[in-house]
């Protein structure tokens, strides 16, 4: 004990209390104990700090001691100051530190020889634990995640969070999307959440962008990020996905896996999630909180990009269209520019909107209702929302038939901004009706617009006693005996307008693969009445005897299953198949290449507002190999044949009549390389090349169709008579090819002036619908989180009616199910489709001769209940020999636009029911009767009727429309 020293010495003993410090040693394993230190950072750092400064103040007590104390055996020689004898111990410490850091100032210095031993080998481990030690604590803390800390919504603000495939160009490309300025007050802030830190490139576009993007490092998977990124508080939380990923699958697993853990943690949170693989689809239904009701949605991008594509088989450039109309774009015109590139941008300039209808349309007709927008408001009035009587879920209804519109409904509009949609909301019959310029239609002092803007109920309740007395009307005519024996009577009033103004001369059509079609002509003049035409019913419901020709929900066609060996053709069969106005698949894949959904593509080509004579035949050139693992999901669809072949043979091209197809799909399945992605697009890019080259024989084999003609199948089945000319030049056939990265557009047209900088919508190919790539469905993201339906509208005009039923049943993985028909799934048939008419023949032929747009509008609305939605016209209108016979997309022209004879007209065209079963009709002895409910000579199957035929090419070598 000190005190036995201080005997000895004859004087007071510091002693070794100084090595109490050493204690400071435990003070990371209490702070552990307390669960105050829990991340393996602070840990580290509480142990160096603790260490350091217990030695630092350890070693300066021992030269307290020391210096203090001085040499034996007498003591005499302790440490003075100015005659003063003593050390303190802070000087100490203050030295200890000073020899520490190698500074060595020398105003204290060791004066015992043991003092300065100790200091000697003090300055060998305490230097070499300087050197260690602070660089490491300085480096944990300034490695503290620069990009840590918790969320702080100091202004009320609301914020999403995104997540997912977090780099430089998704993100660019989201925002640019996102805080664009057409878009309306967006006092949203953008929260990141991503385990790795930002490049400098995105440093840059996050300071720049600073009052609205935040940034925080971390993982979905831990609940104390999402805390910290406040999920919890937040709008939606969008998941974006890497469309250029190695493995689809693992992606889709990667980012259903942080829906889980976002759902987890909030259960009631709004979650958008980009997908890349359909099947994956339905891993999210397994999760209990994910609720589509509640605004959770998916953006199946492989479901969407094959059904953009295949909408572009039905009608070209419409894929390009839709792609301009949810992408949130502002055109920019130039005098400089050539004059299609203007007419273009300005379509570029339009987007989806929705706003409620004033009470100005409550009561009238959709059509009625479009047509007030367009030719009053200037606005492109697509679809409404139909809310269901039982208050369940409401619907969208695009271009419906007949439909009165109740008080407060939804509309979907094209316009240029959300400024501009306003109008349909302030609308007032008493007050705007005369004012011309629709600039000047803003919210007017009405009294009747005022009430209803308070709320009031009364003109809820006038429109449901309209509602109901129209249901009154409509159960007295159905009554038997009534002045009209159907409702169908009613119901088809808009189509049956036609024969007032077009004078059809129907013909009989051949019999396609042995399955009932429109015999309307030969019926009529016979004294029997046929059964079971256009709607494929046989004589009863007789559900045992009906054969299934639709799926169980009614709007796919179906068929039983078929191998795959009964659909391979070999190139010799193929020759010998004279095909036409089919669809080519050129297919690039691997065996194991990742599946990316065929079906996707086929599906809405076989949707049931088809009839099946209309439905195109689809021919896959690929390889067998590949094909063989998406069969069981395509079996149950007709009309599918297999060249197993390669896509840039030629010979295979050749058998397959390219030259006569309606389009031609160049589609790759297989993985881009790591070692460098532009190649992705290779095989796409020299198959398009390679068409282009082809040249094609000039005749035209039209083989007359005879008595007899029923009996000279082909191997697929098909009648062998060629409907119109197929194109002389490869670089005439419909094509369209899809892109994995954007850049390689510039590859696809070798007569473009594009810089390869250019973005992919102002590029010829894109601009003329020949080339799709993915990155287009970014934009989808923003969309569906600014407006839920706009999703539910695209996909149900993309994908021929996919509907959360049918995916369940897909979600079982045995595919379409069949199903007899019956009221309820025939009804399902009636719902609008994309089409493309001519104006080049047929009955709206004449405002093809200088007529304007807004004529053409009008009419085609008021005659045939089509709604135009765009043009597709010749990049080169003059008719000199070297004219090109590109065509690009006008998205809803100006109402003065100037048509020409060659444009095409994008239109959603209602479905045309032929003839219908009606059972109730008929004597009760087994004579039944048919119903001719609307056929009208627009709604006709591609290729044969004036109006909805093959797209017009009258310039070039191309294809020409044919009358029916």
């Not at 339905?282 to 991008?301: E, F, H, M, R, T």
């Not at 900088?757 to 970014?778: M, R």
């Not at 080169?876 to 006008?890: G, L």
């Amino acid at each position: 004990p000190p005190s036995f020293v201080s005997i000895y010495l004859n004087r007071t003993w510091i002693g070794l209390r100084f090595l109490r410090a050493l204690r400071l040693m435990t003070v990371p394993d209490i702070l552990q104990y307390l669960n105050i230190l829990k991340t393996s950072t602070s840990i580290r750092l509480a142990q160096l700090i603790s260490i350091f400064i217990s030695v630092w103040l350890t070693a300066a007590g021992i030269i307290h001691l020391l210096e203090n104390s001085g040499d034996p055996p007498d003591f005499s020689n302790a440490y003075e100051v100015n005659g003063t004898r003593g050390l303190s111990y802070w000087d100490c410490v203050y030295f200890m530190m000073v020899t520490m850091s190698t500074v060595g100032y020398g105003d204290i210095s060791c004066k015992t020889i043991l003092g300065k031993v100790a200091i000697i080998i003090f300055i060998f481990g305490g230097l070499a634990m300087f050197a260690s030690c602070i660089p490491e604590i300085i480096d944990l803390i300034g490695t503290r995640p620069k990009y840590g800390g918790c969320y702080k919504n100091e202004r009320g603000r609301r914020h999403i969070v995104v997540c997912g495939h977090i780099t430089y160009e998704s993100v660019s490309h989201f925002l640019k999307d996102f805080l664009h300025e057409d878009r309306e007050d967006v006092d949203v802030e953008v929260v990141f959440l991503h385990r790795a830190e930002p490049d400098l490139e995105f440093e840059g576009l996050l300071k720049r962008q600073h009052t609205r993007v935040k940034y925080f490092q971390g993982s979905l998977m831990n609940a104390m990020d999402l805390e910290r990124a406040k999920v919890h508080e937040a709008d939606a939380c969008l998941v974006l996905a890497n469309k250029y990923c190695q493995d689809p699958d693992a992606e889709d697993a990667a980012n259903i896996m942080r829906v889980i853990s976002i759902k987890n943690y909030s259960d009631d949170i709004r979650v958008i999630i980009q997908l890349m693989q359909y099947h994956n689809k339905a891993y999210l239904l397994n999760i209990p909180s994910w609720d589509w009701k509640q605004g959770d949605d998916v953006i199946c991008l492989a479901e969407l990009k094959l059904g953009f594509i295949a909408q572009s088989c039905l009608a070209p450039g419409f894929s390009t269209m839709m792609a301009n109309l949810f992408a949130m774009r502002s055109f920019k015109t130039s005098p400089d520019m050539a004059a299609w590139q203007n007419d273009y941008l300005q379509g570029t300039g339009c987007e989806m909107y929705t706003e409620t209808l004033s009470p100005t349309f409550t009561g009238m007709s959709f059509s009625q209702a479009s047509e007030l927008c367009f030719v009053k408001l200037k606005l492109l009035l697509l679809a409404i929302e139909v809310k269901s009587d039982d208050g369940g879920d409401s619907k969208i209804s695009i271009n419906p038939r007949g439909a009165k519109i109740p008080a407060n409904t939804v509309g979907f509009f094209i316009a240029q901004s959300a400024e501009e949609v306003k109008r349909a909301w302030f609308y007032c019959k008493a007050c705007h009706e005369d004012v011309k310029d629709e600039n000047q239609i803003k919210k007017c002092k009405c009294k009747n617009l005022a009430t209803f803007r308070k709320g009031v109920r009364a003109i809820q309740l006038v429109g449901r006693a309209s509602e109901h007395k129209d249901d009154d009307n409509l159960l007295a005519t159905t009554k038997p005996g009534g002045p009209a024996q159907s409702s169908m009577v009613n119901a088809t009033k808009p189509a049956n307008n036609v024969k007032k103004n077009v004078s059809v001369k129907e013909e009989p059509k051949p019999n396609m693969n042995g399955r009932p079609t429109n015999k309307a002509a030969v019926q009529q003049k016979s004294a029997k009445m046929e059964v079971g035409i256009a709607d494929d019913q046989a004589k009863d419901f007789d559900f045992e005897k009906t054969e299934m020709k639709y799926d169980s929900t009614g709007m796919f066609h179906w068929t039983p299953a078929r191998a795959i060996e009964d659909c391979i053709l070999d190139r010799n069969q193929a020759a010998m198949t004279v095909l036409n106005g089919h669809v080519v698949v050129c297919l690039f894949a691997d065996p194991d290449s990742p599946l990316i959904g065929l079906r996707n593509l086929v599906m809405p080509l076989r949707a049931s507002n088809f009839h099946y004579h209309e439905l195109k035949h689809v021919v896959i050139v690929g390889s067998v190999d590949y094909i063989r693992r998406e069969w069981k999901t395509l079996q149950n669809l007709p009309k599918i044949s297999v060249l197993n072949g390669s896509p840039l043979s030629r010979a295979d091209l050749r058998a397959v009549n390219v030259n006569l197809c309606d389009m031609c799909v160049i589609l790759s399945a297989k993985v881009p390389s790591n070692d460098d992605p532009t190649l992705a697009d290779k095989e796409a890019i020299l198959a398009s090349l390679n068409i282009k080259a082809m040249t094609f024989d000039d005749t035209i084999g039209v083989l007359s169709q005879n008595n007899g003609a029923s009996d000279s199948l082909s191997p697929l089945g098909s009648p062998i008579v060629l409907q119109r000319k197929g194109s002389v030049y490869g670089a005439n056939v419909p094509m369209i090819t899809e892109l994995v990265n954007d850049s390689n557009v510039q590859f696809l047209d070798q007569d473009d002036d594009d810089d390869p900088d250019t973005e992919l919508y102002l590029t010829q190919p894109f601009a003329c619908g020949t080339a799709f790539a993915v990155s287009v469905l970014d934009s989808l993201m923003s969309t569906t989180y600014f407006n839920q339906n706009a999703l539910t509208l695209i996909r149900s005009l993309i994908t021929g009616g996919a509907t959360p039923e049918l995916e369940l049943i897909l979600a079982e993985g045995a595919g379409l199910r069949g199903g007899y028909s019956t009221p309820e799934t025939l009804s399902n048939r009636d719902r609008c489709r994309v089409g493309q008419i001519s104006l080049f023949e047929g009955p709206l032929a004449s405002f093809g001769e200088g007529g304007k747009y807004i004529d053409l509008f009008v009419a085609a609305l008021r005659n045939y209940g089509m709604l135009c939605i765009g043009l597709y016209r010749f990049r080169d209108t003059a008719n000199a020999f070297d004219a090109s016979s590109k065509r690009y997309v006008i998205t809803n022209p100006p109402t003065d636009f100037n048509l020409l004879p060659s444009d095409q007209v994008f239109v959603l065209m209602q479905f045309d029911p032929g003839m219908e079963y009606r059972p109730d009709w008929g004597d009760g002895k087994g004579g039944e009767r048919l119903l001719r409910a609307g056929h009208s000579v627009v709604g006709g199957p591609p290729g044969h009727s004036v109006v909805g035929g093959p797209p017009g090419h009258p310039a070039g070598g191309g294809k020409k429309p044919d009358s029916s």
